[in-house]
């Protein structure tokens, strides 16, 4: 059973337009996530996190809003440049627990 | 040169053979994981550990072993390698006290393919 899930496995958008990537998790126990980018031949990279005390963090053009009752997280870039082109992975992890459960990823291509 | 090491970067075998990747890192993280990556699934959790002494399953763990040989060494072993192992396999580290962030760090992914 897929506890982390990203629905959309690609998105397009055009240069200096918002990106919006979203993640979907069934566990109510989950309180910190993260989001990943990963470019191809490389590992994944931190971008950007989020507790669940907070409903938003910002850094730079990433902006992470997280919707409790919902279940529900997103990434917003804005504005959206070609080096962000990447396959993005949202993660989740339960307190005491230390581990951190991926959803399936979306391929993000911003058009120049 | 990379914080998370990891070795082979790529490596065709055989079905039956008995394969090892490794992980190295010199980030002085206390925690190590082992994640593989197929498309359409993600990155799901094979194995993981916390210290030299404690090694805990993750959401696959079926058909891979793990050892832990030092604090700055995760080695991930296919005792008998069969083709839908075939994947992508990244090693990471976290640090014990969690940072601001807790975040993981990633190495750059073994390429294994199963013939």
């Known amino acids: 059973d897929q506890q982390v899930k990203q629905n959309s496995p690609s998105l397009s958008v055009q240069e200096g337009r918002i990106s919006i990537l979203n993640c979907d998790y069934t566990?109510?126990?989950?309180?910190?996530f993260l989001w990943y980018k990963k470019y191809p031949a490389e590992g994944p990279t931190f971008l950007i996190s989020i507790s669940s005390i907070k409903d938003k963090n910002e850094d730079g053009r990433f902006t992470v809003f997280l919707n409790k009752s919902a279940k529900h997280l997103s990434l917003h870039i804005v504005p959206s440049q070609p080096g962000d082109s990447a396959v993005y992975f949202c993660?989740?992890?339960?307190?005491?627990?230390?581990?951190?459960?991926f959803g399936t990823g979306t391929r993000l291509k911003v058009l120049a | 040169d990379a914080d998370v090491t990891q070795t082979p970067r790529n490596r065709i075998t055989k079905t039956g053979k008995r394969i090892m990747l490794e992980c190295s890192q010199t980030k002085g993280h206390d925690r190590m994981y082992w994640y593989r990556q197929d498309p359409g699934l993600g990155l799901r959790l094979i194995y993981y550990?916390?210290?030299?002494?404690?090694?805990n399953k993750g959401e696959i763990s079926d058909g891979y072993s793990v050892s832990r040989q030092a604090q700055a060494k995760f080695s991930l072993s296919l005792e008998s390698a069969i083709p839908n192992q075939t994947a992508l396999y990244f090693c990471?580290?976290?640090?014990?006290?969690?940072?601001?962030?807790?975040?993981?760090?990633f190495g750059e992914g073994s390429r294994l393919t199963v013939l």
């Open positions: 566990n109510s126990m989950f309180d910190y």
């Open positions: 990471a580290t976290s640090d014990r006290t969690g940072g601001p962030t807790g975040e993981l760090f």
């Open positions: 993660a989740a992890s339960a307190p005491g627990t230390y581990k951190y459960i």
């Open positions: 550990s916390f210290d030299v002494k404690d090694i």
